[in-house]
């Protein structure tokens, strides 16, 4: 077998600019993503494949709140979302990438896992919660809201109305991590933690339990590397390489650095909340476990970079 890749994919990645979000348009927007997981694969590589959501979940809790309004439909929790999401997108990629393998002559299959990944109720973001999810509320429609589902957090976003904010918590274990190996022995490319995976809670009687969170997709996609022995983790983003002094005069992108630089560039804080910050974190957490190498680059350079000719690259 060739040596184990785990490449997350952005949500945003698959989502067309200048209004054009429909299926299908996202559909076409991961053919264009799987041609680059199909070339990693055909030179040798065993790959596992990892994606956003953000984007479509706020889709899919906007179709509820306006089937909610509209026609009584009961709302669909966050939860539940995430997992749609995470079976719809993973059915494209899946698709996609056996369409692929079949043009190329691959004899590769695919198959995707629909992953739950645990987090626990002692991790601080549950007393504070932090990420907006869904639409855009006037105060009076929140306040309505609120009536229905108390627990629910609204805060003022930037003028623009308020939006609910969900705890986004730290992975501490991928379920279905066991199935996950399995296929990997069996050859197959897998598509798993999708959006993070699905947020679960264990019981004091072993039971697991959703929960309504966002666990975020590089952070889920580390652990899984490390809890399926990868070698490499590569996280795509919409930069061919990661910079410091990004968008001032002294730009520099970074080619390959020590996971001791790295931290250097952390304390100096080049690298955004929100943004490139999450992504090099999670770099950090793989690579002290037991990951040889991250890559950080565009979809288009995978081939590239996989091949040290692209990408910023984090080595112990």
């Not at 079976?87 to 692929?100: D, F, K």
């Not at 490319?189 to 072993?206: F, T, W, Y």
């Not at 590239?304 to 000719?309: G, Q, T, V």
Request: hydrophobic share 40%.
């Amino acid at each position: 077998m060739g040596k184990l890749v785990i490449v997350a994919i952005g949500g945003n990645s698959l989502v067309r600019e200048n209004g054009r979000n429909t299926i299908q348009d996202q559909y076409e927007a991961v053919q264009e993503t799987v041609v680059n997981i199909a070339d990693m694969v055909q030179e040798g590589y065993n790959v596992v494949v990892t994606h956003g959501n953000g984007p479509q979940v706020g889709f899919e809790l906007q179709r509820s709140e306006i089937a909610n309004e509209v026609a009584g439909m009961p709302a669909i929790p966050l939860v539940n979302c995430v997992a749609d999401t995470q079976g719809g997108i993973g059915y494209q990629i899946q698709q996609a990438l056996t369409n692929e393998f079949t043009k190329r002559g691959i004899n590769k299959k695919v198959a995707t896992v629909i992953t739950q990944v645990e987090v626990s109720m002692d991790d601080p973001n549950f007393k504070k919660p932090t990420k907006p999810v869904g639409s855009f509320f006037t105060l009076e429609q929140a306040e309505e809201m609120k009536k229905e589902h108390p627990d629910w957090i609204f805060i003022e976003d930037s003028g623009r109305g308020y939006r609910r904010v969900v705890p986004s918590p730290k992975p501490i274990d991928i379920v279905e991590k066991d199935a996950v190996k399995s296929l990997i022995d069996e050859g197959y490319v897998v598509i798993a933690v999708g959006g993070g995976g699905i947020p679960v809670v264990k019981k004091d009687n072993n039971t697991y339990e959703g929960i309504d969170a966002v666990i975020d997709k590089d952070f889920a996609t580390s652990l899984l590397a490390e809890q399926v022995n990868a070698e490499t983790l590569i996280i795509t983003t919409g930069v061919s390489r990661v910079c410091i002094n990004f968008g001032k005069p002294d730009q520099k992108a970074l080619e390959e650095i020590t996971v001791e630089v790295t931290k250097k560039y952390v304390l100096e804080n080049h690298f955004a909340p929100g943004s490139m910050l999450p992504k090099i974190e999670a770099s950090l957490n793989f690579l002290e476990k037991n990951g040889t190498r991250v890559i950080i680059t565009n979809p288009e350079s995978l081939k590239d970079a996989i091949n040290e000719n692209a990408g910023t690259h984090i080595i112990k």
